[in-house]
Every structure is written in C-alpha cells, then in structure tokens.
C-alpha cells in the first residue's frame, strides 16, 4: 500500500452491509493515513490525513447506510478534491491539497484495532485504485479485478497485493486507475 502514500489521486471502492439496521462502527483504516467509520446516525464517514498532518472528513450526509441492505460506496481524491459517493451519488465534497500522508509500519485493518468498535456487517468488495502517472505524463496502468467476502467483525486481516499486468500507454482524456488491492 505504500504506493498510496504521497498520492493525490486514490480511489477505494467497497460494497458493504450491516448485520441489523442501526449498527456502528469502524469499517477499516491505515492508521494515521485513512479511516472509514459508520456513525450511530448511520452515515458514514471517511477521513484521509495529509502530508502536513491536517485531515480532510467528508460523510454521506442524509445518507444512511447502516440499514440492513447492501451499499457502494467510493471515496475519490481527485484534481485536489475529496469525494464521497454513496450508492452512485456523491454526498459531499472537500479541498484536498498536497498529498496521503506515510503513517510509518501500519497495516491496513478491517475494523478497530486499536481496541475500538467493529462495524458488524459483510464487506463483499473492496480495492484501492491510482493512477501512476510518469514524468513524461503517459500512464502506467494496471488491471487486477476481484471480489473478497470479508467479515468485519475481524480486527486486523494482513493485506496481499494481487499479481498485476502493467501496461504503458499515452495519457487517455480520463487515465484508468491502477488496482493496488
């Protein structure tokens, strides 16, 4: 994962549901760099640390996910924003300049493991996308695609990185995002 860091163009994709309506708690992090949070209210809640150390939120809004029923969601840092989109609609936008911070030797969990609230629920699909721009500004791109069913109740899960194919191609108008995880 450390190829997120000092990034100013990451997507993560998951599709998650809850067990039972009104359920909270922390879905995943790379602690000190990203969270992902359900809150009581039911909406949910991304934070992305910078490189300075400052931390950009943004939330579903209205939009409750801890229903009971599947959900997509998509955090997207993009051109110096951060958005999130839940079930296709994004719910909110916020400035996000500079670039992930590096939090050091920490592994992506699912859940809390700083003895924190799991969010109980079923994880179906996760990955983590960038896009690999090169000095000359063609895009490196790669493809690794697939579906992981994951329990959330799980406090840490160590991470593989799926075998990839790299491709080198000039700059398309909308660069494909390389798939990390």
């Keep these: 994962l450390e190829r997120i860091f000092g990034e100013d163009n990451v997507t993560i994709d998951f599709r998650l549901r809850t067990d039972a309506p009104g359920i909270s708690g922390e879905i995943f992090r790379l602690h000190g760099s990203i969270q992902a949070t359900v809150r009581s209210n039911g909406v949910v809640e991304v934070k992305l640390w910078k490189a300075d150390g400052s931390i950009v939120c943004v939330t579903s809004g209205t939009k409750i996910i801890n229903d009971g029923k599947f959900h997509t969601v998509t955090m997207d840092l993009d051109n110096g924003k951060l958005a999130l989109f839940v079930d296709g609609v994004k719910t909110q936008e916020a400035a996000f300049t500079g670039t992930i911070i590096d939090p050091g030797n920490f592994d992506l969990t699912f859940g809390s493991g700083w003895a924190g609230k799991n969010l109980a629920g079923d ?3 996760f990955e983590i996308k ?8 063609s895009v490196v791109s790669t ?4 579906t992981t069913a994951a329990a959330l109740t799980v406090t ?3 991470v593989v990185a799926p075998a990839v194919a790299t491709v080198v191609a ?6 494909e995002r390389e798939t990390l995880l």
Excluded: F, I, R, Y
Excluded at 170 to 175: F, I, Y
């Design 156 to 158: 840490a899960v160590p």
């Design 170 to 175: 000039s700059v398309p108008a909308e660069p």
């Design 123 to 125: 994880l179906d699909t």
């Design 130 to 137: 960038v896009v690999n721009e090169t000095a000359d500004h």
């Design 143 to 146: 493809t690794a695609v697939g």
